[in-house]
């Protein structure tokens, strides 16, 4: 798919350019037969003034009878106009099978809804291309894009689609009054790219409402619907029941205002408050450095390898213990690797009983490279043993897994370690994660930072940082604390590269204890 990775949104520019090729060469060809089909017909008409080409005048009666007899023909039966728009569907044949498919045009509807969803955006401000949190009190503009992208009511129209097709009245209705204000607004105006219209945005409107239980906003819609198209039978048919529910219980609208829409649950994420909270910081840093253990320092890790560059080390959380590493990598090793991986992208995939799946709380692709493509790779290794004191070499840490974001990409509250013994983690017969060294090969403008649930921070995406924590306690157990998610990004291309540090191998550099504490 398309939608998971901007990597891929990139080759859709591409794609597009291709086909603004093939339509401006299309328009170029057609003004041009217009015009020369205008020329004839002034001609014509300019001999036709003051009633009619005078047949006295043996050439004019003569230039009568040929364009009557030839000339009208060539003129009608021109194959010119079948020609132009052969060569513009031939242009777009061409690139059709790589063209995004409608799953990814749904997926990407369903991130604007989870960003949304997120961080409280205004969908009014979305339409508009303005990323604004939507607060009863103010509404704070979160970025200011360069150039504003509008909406069209087709485009609006879509995603509430998507959204009433899986029966989520929540966000239907939202972008339905949307698309439906933006229609009435350009009513009579065909665009020829549209899917929609405006009676159907009603229809699909009205229709949300009446499933919310707003009985008399779903008969007004349905009546303005009607005089779009009077001839709806059903329509008709569901004005009339409508009218006779409200007949039957007038509050009946009261009662759906009493229990208002609720955000569609998903039960997987129990700490999603936590967790969009945290997300909502854009990436907190602690305010205060009173703890006395919340520092920054040079660290050589009394490793050679460190002692004339130490490693720039800032703990920003205790418990659990996670430590940022400024400048891990250098912008030319960040570049290199995501040029290594990007050939090889792939849709993410979470553990799911003893196989890997696909999932929606995982949107990216990912690629892994083994030390072996690039020297680059191998002295990462080298580098994180350094800083861990960790054996970071495979097999004892998996190879590199690049990872990179797309339209509203994310990971939701995970552990990186297996919590069960059946996971397809234990494969490579070296024991559970237990530690994560994750890089940030990427600057982002918006969202996107890696949020820790229990530990109540949320790092921003630092370009070239690394984050570094224990996903195990020293008797083997899971931590519990270290429950973290990528947030969803707003703006911007995040890529991440995850090192995993599996227990084989590192008895002597982390040794074991049997505190549940340690
Ligand atoms: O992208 C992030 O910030 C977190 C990624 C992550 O947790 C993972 O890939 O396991
Ligand atoms: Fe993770």
Request: hydrophobic fraction near 35%; glycine fraction near 6%; include cysteine.
């Amino acid at each position: 798919d398309m939608y998971s990775s901007m990597a891929s949104i990139q080759q859709a520019v591409g794609m597009e350019g291709a086909l603004l090729q093939h339509l401006g060469q299309y328009l170029q060809q057609e003004t041009q037969r217009l015009s020369d089909l205008r020329r004839f017909y002034e001609k014509v008409q300019a001999s036709h003034q003051a009633g009619g080409p005078p047949v006295q005048d043996p050439i004019l009666a003569y230039t009568l009878l040929k364009r009557l007899q030839s000339e009208w023909m060539n003129v009608v039966h021109s194959s010119e106009a079948n020609e132009n728009i052969q060569a513009l569907k031939e242009g777009y044949e061409k690139v059709k099978q790589d063209l995004p498919a409608p799953e990814d045009v749904e997926g990407a509807a369903k991130a604007l809804m989870r960003l949304q969803d997120v961080y409280s955006l205004n969908v009014n401000g979305l339409a508009r291309g303005m990323f604004q949190r939507s607060s009863s009190s103010d509404t704070k503009l979160l970025y200011n894009p360069p150039h504003l992208s509008i909406m069209s009511a087709d485009d609006c129209f879509h995603i509430g689609k998507v959204a009433y097709d899986m029966e989520d009245y929540y966000h239907s209705i939202p972008w339905l009054e949307e698309a439906v204000s933006r229609f009435r607004g350009s009513y009579g105006n065909w665009r020829t790219e549209d899917e929609g219209s405006l009676e159907e945005a009603l229809d699909y409107l009205a229709f949300s409402y009446y499933k919310a239980g707003n009985i008399s906003h779903a008969l007004d819609l349905s009546r303005e619907c009607l005089l779009y198209d009077p001839d709806n039978g059903r329509l008709a048919r569901n004005i009339a029941k409508y009218e006779q529910i409200l007949y039957e219980s007038p509050t009946a609208d009261a009662d759906a205002e009493e229990m208002k829409l609720q955000r569609p649950n998903v039960t997987h994420l129990k700490t999603r408050d936590l967790y969009e909270g945290l997300c909502q910081t854009l990436g907190s840093q602690p305010t205060s450095y009173e703890d006395p253990h919340m520092s920054c320092m040079y660290d050589t890790n009394s490793h050679p390898y460190l002692l004339l560059q130490p490693m720039k080390k800032e703990i920003v959380s205790l418990r659990p213990q996670v430590v940022l590493y400024h400048d891990f990598v250098s912008d030319l090793e960040a570049e290199k690797i995501k040029e290594l991986a990007s050939p090889w992208l792939h849709r993410s995939v979470v553990a799911s009983g003893e196989k890997q799946a696909e999932a929606e709380y995982r949107i990216s692709k990912s690629a892994w490279l083994k030390d072996t493509i690039h020297p680059f790779v191998q002295n990462l290794d080298t580098r994180i043993s350094a800083v861990t004191g960790l054996n970071a070499h495979p097999p004892y840490a998996e190879y590199l897994q690049v990872v990179n974001y797309g339209i509203g990409g994310h990971y939701e509250p995970h552990f990186d370690h297996a919590t069960s013994r059946k996971s397809p983690l234990y494969r490579t017969n070296t024991g559970n994660r237990l530690a994560t060294f994750m890089i940030y090969l990427s600057h982002v403008d918006l969202g996107g930072s890696t949020a820790f649930v229990f530990a109540n921070f949320s790092s921003p995406v630092v370009k070239n940082a690394a984050v570094f924590w224990w996903n195990l306690h020293r008797n083997g157990l899971g931590d519990e604390d270290t429950l973290h998610a990528g947030c969803p990004v707003i703006i911007g291309s995040k890529w991440v590269a995850n090192k995993w540090i599996h227990e084989f191998g590192q008895e002597f550099h982390r040794p074991c204890g049997r505190s549940p504490e340690d």
